[in-house]
């Protein structure tokens, strides 16, 4: 059989102060982090482009690129 102590009654003065300081740490710096928006803070956002008036060129051509791979599948498949 095993003996169970907990942790904290065998810390000693100097454990206890440590860790209440790394726990006062952990709590500035989470409260010091601002986290981005997703939007206007993200550094991917740098050097790429807004979507030209092409889009909808590329949105038929990959429809028409579906319709005819159905098609094909289903001209082999009899």
């Known amino acids: 059989m095993a003996l ?7 810390r000693s003065e100097l454990q206890q102060r440590l860790a209440t300081e790394l726990q006062d740490r952990a709590r500035k710096k989470a409260e010091e982090a601002e986290l981005p928006d997703g939007v206007t803070d993200s550094q991917y956002i740098k050097g790429t482009k807004e979507t030209t008036s092409l889009l909808w060129v590329w949105m ?4 028409l690129a579906i319709g005819v ?3 094909l599948v289903i001209k082999t498949g009899n």
């Open 60 to 63: 038929v051509i990959a429809v």
């Open 69 to 71: 791979v159905i098609f």
């Open 4 to 10: 169970f102590v907990r942790q904290d009654e065998n």
